[in-house]
């Protein structure tokens, strides 16, 4: 009741929104913004240190927004925290040379994890976390939060609503956060158009858009030729199928994105057929539009996809099989990030993924020296949901096996991953210390970047047999049950082989012929393509691989 | 548990020789047991293989005697070498000898071995004289084309002297390989690279649009064995049918030939891409995706 006391103000965000909204006012159309007038526009409403998140995903990048953000005068905008998932373009890099930017939150660095390094060893950049992409869109509503974001959408009409197209990745989950917490949505469009096929962000979430000068380039990440299948991968697949697929009845799962899962994903219509799997395994996937599952998609195989984003030159593909995808009313593909990797994390009994290291406790990296990658959502659905509830066979099963034969309260997922145990010449896949630790101390970091922790890995793949981690009772079993399937690597040939043969008795290793495969049925004749020719072919023509896939 | 069909152009010599053949009737001559080796890769301290890189035998076509020649495309790319070479030319000469129903040739080659420079020059030629040999005893030469490798080099114009060429999409003839092309006359000549250009002017599907491959069929070892089969065992029946009976009528082989390369050398010059001759044909621009039985269908169509 003080009459004295300062009235407090509850709307300071939305005024300094208001702020900005006016300093850039000469620079736009209403929304639309000219090209030329993107850099003076940026540099009107940014302000020192801002929260901003220039959109990159795994394959839609902001390209143009990037390059307009770096071509920013540093005298003017300065000190930014980037809180972005992907940094993947050179102008991501520039931000920090030049000093636009100096402080970075995100989760993967893919083609730039060579140069992040170099700017972490120079103090050029300081690196808040190395998050999974879930716990990055989750502190987008905490503490992270954007106060400028820079999105890329397919199209937007001349109110600015937008249409995203079928990569819709991570752009939902950024306007949510920016736009209801009185931040500036950027977007930078492929195009402007009368009518939108449908509209994914509506035009009151969104302050600004340009038509980029050229389309938003996308990577085709997700294709495998599957020229490069090589024989022992088939015979892996053969082993995951049969050991893990068919005995668990794992009917909902996640593929990482190596040659190893396409080889199981081209194997399916034809090993699996050949067991009667189908219609008991691999039924729902959270999944990228892969063109190596469009046999088990045409065979029957595969009943529903929810997906991360898209696929290049996989478009007409999806749209003719609105049954399996997820599509908008205009027929385009329908995916999202967060929803996916939220899939992955807690609607999915299985993850099985490649890794270039595995240690004796079974944490997986693939960090290797110099190069800081991130992650990604490999963590997010290559852990263990400790909060599921709901219950699946292969859930229960696993839970049990780890539980020592009894009913506990909870399951397990089955988090496999999968390996050759020689990666190439020289660079073995099992090693007594991850490089992530050197790594760790290189750069400072509170915690070595690890993949997948070892106590979420329920299985090892390699073409030497599978190591079912869940049965083991002990540390040592655990180590001498990766030993026992690291084949001739130094960890390897270090096992103590009475010890494997015991874990190999109970069922904890176990063989191609433990399994009633024959090493010499495994041959690339069972794959059902072995080009991408075959593919488009399974795909009645449909699926259009992009020019550096194809041979004719 | 068979995926797609047994892929011709993956296997390696070995299981190709056991599948294009009647089970279990393959004897092989100078097998790897002998070990008869190269002396010149040897002396270069290069690997050696110890069937040199080709295998020579008889076996058995649905019942009818053949002689077999398989080259083996992962060692030094199937290049023929002085052993190789022999091998090869003892194997027709022996066809001149013991008159089999026909001798399968199945090029995986991409020409001379270089490490043997002269000695496989000569080779080639002492083949060429061979394979002449056992066309004028009246046994047709049958050559099986679709190795990674494909029949380029001296084993390119071996291809041609051939009576018959059943060829694979996958399969390729030539000359001069992609590569050497373009690393003489410059990547604006040809770009190796560009693998689908590379098919389009080499492939299986623009050499018998062009009369040079006989038949084309799937990369499956069962097609190919279907194939050849269907020219051993009624071949005066196939041949005949085509005109190209060399049993009965060299010079009308020859006539034919020549026939044929008129008409090539009525074709447009500014024709560079079989994408070109494809379309003009009315073949229309997806002829890449068309499987071999779609394509063969509309190419007989047009020649009928």
């Known amino acids: ?552 | 548990m068979r995926g797609l069909a047994q892929s011709y152009r993956e296997a390696l010599a070995r299981l190709r020789v056991q599948a294009l053949l009647d089970p279990g009737s393959f004897s092989e001559w100078v097998g790897p047991t002998q070990r008869v080796t190269s002396p010149h890769l040897a002396a270069l301290e290069a690997p050696v293989s110890f069937d040199d890189g080709v295998i020579v035998g008889q076996g058995l076509l649905h019942a009818h005697p053949v002689i077999m020649i398989a080259q083996e495309g992962q060692f030094n790319g199937g290049a023929v070498g002085e052993v190789h070479g022999a091998k090869i030319r003892g194997a027709l000469l022996r066809a001149v000898r013991d008159k089999p129903g026909a001798v399968l040739l199945c090029i995986d080659s991409g020409g001379v071995r270089l490490h043997e420079a002269n000695a496989g020059l000569i080779a080639i030629s002492e083949i060429m004289r061979a394979l002449f040999a056992v066309q004028e005893a009246g046994i047709p030469v049958i050559a099986l084309i679709g190795g990674a490798c494909g029949a380029f080099g001296g084993m390119g114009i071996v291809a041609r002297l051939c009576d018959v060429i059943i060829i694979s999409e996958e399969g390729r003839i030539g000359l001069s390989g992609p590569e050497v092309i373009e690393t003489v006359k410059g990547v604006e000549e040809f770009d190796s690279r560009d693998r689908a250009l590379v098919w389009r002017i080499t492939g299986g599907k623009i050499r018998r649009t062009l009369g040079e491959a006989t038949l084309l069929v799937d990369d499956d070892i069962a097609a190919f064995r279907a194939a050849a089969g269907e020219m051993v065992g009624a071949r005066s029946l196939f041949l005949k049918k085509r005109g190209l009976n060399p049993t009965t009528s060299s010079l009308q082989t020859l006539q034919a030939a020549q026939q044929q390369l008129g008409a090539r050398a009525e074709l447009d010059a500014e024709i560079r891409d079989g994408q070109v001759l494809w379309s003009r044909m009315g073949l229309g621009d997806q002829v890449s995706l068309m499987s071999p039985e779609q394509f063969n269908r509309r190419l007989e169509a047009l020649e009928s």
Request: glycine residues 8%.
């Open chain 1, 1 to 552: 009741m003080d009459a004295l006391q300062p009235i407090r103000t509850w709307n300071h965000e939305a005024l300094r929104r208001q702020a900005r909204l006016e300093r850039s006012m000469p620079f736009s159309r209403g929304k639309a913004v000219a090209t030329r007038d993107m850099v003076s526009l940026l540099e009107a409403l940014l302000e020192p240190g801002d929260r901003v998140c220039l959109e990159g995903n795994n394959q839609k990048q902001a390209d143009f927004l990037a390059e307009s953000l770096a071509a920013c005068s540093p005298q003017r905008v300065h000190d930014l925290h980037l809180v972005q998932s992907v940094l993947a373009l050179p102008a991501h890099i520039e931000l920090f040379e030049k000093g636009i930017a100096r402080r970075l939150d995100f989760s993967f660095a893919g083609p730039q994890a060579h140069r992040l390094a170099r700017l972490v060893q120079s103090r050029s950049i300081e690196i808040g976390a190395i998050h999974t992409y879930l716990e990055l869109f989750g502190r987008y509503f905490i503490d992270l939060t954007p106060q400028v974001c820079m999105v890329a959408a397919q199209a937007a009409d001349a109110g600015g609503n937008l249409y995203l197209g079928a990569n819709t990745e991570d752009t939902p989950v950024i306007v949510e956060a920016t736009a209801f917490k009185s931040g500036i949505v950027i977007a930078q469009v492929n195009e402007q158009l009368e009518r939108l096929p449908r509209v994914d962000i509506p035009a009151s979430w969104v302050d600004f858009f340009v038509v980029a000068p050229t389309p938003n380039h996308i990577e085709p990440l997700f294709t495998r030729d599957p020229r490069h299948i090589t024989e022992i991968q088939v015979l892996m697949a053969m082993m995951a199928i049969k050991g893990i697929y068919a005995e668990y009845g794992v009917e909902r799962l996640n593929h990482g994105i190596g040659f190893d899962t396409a080889a199981i994903e081209l194997l399916l219509p034809t090993y699996g057929e050949s067991l009667g799997l189908k219609g008991k395994i691999a039924r729902y996937w959270a999944l990228n539009p892969h063109p190596t599952l469009i046999p088990a998609i045409e065979a029957g195989f595969v009943e529903r996809v929810h997906s991360f984003g898209s696929e290049v030159g996989m478009e007409a593909y999806v749209a003719a099989r609105p049954d399996v995808f997820f599509t908008g009313a205009d027929g385009s593909l329908r995916s999202n990030r967060a929803f996916c990797q939220t899939a992955g994390l807690y609607a999915c009994d299985l993850f099985i993924g490649s890794t270039l290291q595995i240690d004796l406790e079974g944490n997986s990296s693939t960090a290797t020296l110099g190069r800081i990658t991130g992650f990604g959502g490999a963590p997010n659905m290559g852990s263990d949901a400790r909060g599921r509830r709901h219950a699946s066979a292969a859930w229960l099963k696993a839970g049990q096996e780890k539980n020592g034969g009894q009913t506990s309260v909870r399951g397990q997922k089955l988090v496999v991953q999968t390996v050759e145990t020689w990666r190439e010449p020289g660079h073995p896949a099992f090693v007594e210390r991850l490089d992530a630790w050197q790594l760790k101390q290189d750069m400072g970091m509170a915690l070595p970047p690890i993949m997948i922790y070892g106590d979420d890995v329920s299985h090892i793949v390699t073409e030497e047999g599978i190591a079912n981690l869940l049965l083991c009772r002990s540390p040592e079993e655990r180590e001498q049950a990766i030993r026992g399937v690291a084949g001739y690597t130094p960890v390897g040939m270090a096992r103590d082989r009475a010890l494997v043969e015991n874990l190999r008795d109970r069922g904890i290793i176990r063989r191609p012929v433990d399994m009633g495969i024959d090493v010499r049925d495994a041959t690339r004749d069972l794959l059902a393509a072995r080009s991408i020719k075959d593919l488009v072919r399974a795909s009645g023509g449909l699926y259009q691989p992009p020019k550096q896939f194809r041979n004719w």
